[in-house]
T-cell receptor, first 114, second 110 residues
Framework: GAVVSQHPSWVICKSGTSVKIECRSLDFQATTMFWYRQFPKQSLMLMATSNEGSKATYEQGVEKDKFLINHASLTLSTLTVTSAHPEDSSFYIC??????????FGPGTRLLVL | KQEVTQIPAALSVPEGENLVLNCSFTDSAIYNLQWFRQDPGKGLTSLLLIQSSQREQTSGRLNASLDKSSGRSTLYIAASQPGDSATYLCAVNYNNDMRFGAGTRLTVKP
């Protein structure tokens, strides 16, 4: 079946630095990808919809200048957490639908900001 | 291997029926379990979250149960409506290592 990869799987960084997370669809093209975030003991929540060749659509309450999304190609979307702070520590996961609208999820990226 | 299975893959019911969607998982050492709804072209919408210590959660016409020992969760939808038509996904969280089921595509006919 289709595969979505994420890199890195986990990252530890200092407060104030920026962190880039990649989401790739390995054997299919995705014009749309989704980014989610989950805090401990809370639901996975949609952050934004990444659109190839155009601006991402952010959910209410998600700062677009804080979480930069670039959908540079039909197989790659990146999420950059800018000037990360400890409250940004979370589990980030992406998904991509294939042409049949079946969603495939990446394995997730655990971010810890010190 | 941690696998999540959803049955049935597709379900079509007339409006007003009560229905049950099933989710089973092979590893019972879960952190929590979530049910999501997905509409075509949209991201997931969280419906219910059940922590590993809980047995059920309710929200409106939705009720989700969790039986860790048998590796099962069910999503019960009461008095179904055409607006409930969507794909329903369950996701098992193994401490931030999530496993998703393939989903159940629900159609509620007027």
């Amino acid at each position: 079946g289709a595969v979505v990869s994420q890199h890195p799987s986990w990252v530890i960084c200092k407060s104030g630095t920026s962190v880039k997370i990649e989401c790739r669809s390995l054997d299919f093209q995705a014009t749309t990808m989704f980014w989610y975030r989950q805090f401990p003991k809370q639901s996975l929540m949609l952050m934004a919809t990444s659109n190839e060749g155009s601006k991402a659509t952010y959910e209410q309450g998600v700062e677009k200048d804080k979480f930069l999304i670039n959908h540079a190609s039909l197989t790659l979307s990146t999420l950059t957490v800018t000037s990360a702070h400890p409250e940004d520590s979370s589990f980030y996961i992406c998904s991509a639908p294939d042409q049949m609208e079946t969603q495939y999820f990446g394995p997730g990226t655990r971010l810890l900001v010190l | 291997k941690q696998e999540v299975t959803q049955i049935p893959a597709a379900l079509s019911v007339p409006e007003g029926e009560n229905l049950v969607l099933n989710c089973s998982f092979t590893d019972s050492a879960i952190y929590n379990l979530q049910w999501f709804r997905q509409d075509p072209g949209k991201g997931l919408t969280s419906l219910l979250l059940i922590q590993s210590s809980q047995r059920e959660q309710t929200s409106g016409r939705l009720n989700a149960s969790l039986d860790k020992s048998s590796g099962r969760s069910t999503l019960y939808i009461a008095a179904s409506q055409p607006g409930d038509s969507a794909t329903y996904l369950c996701a098992v969280n193994y401490n931030n290592d999530m496993r998703f089921g393939a989903g159940t595509r629900l159609t509620v006919k007027p």
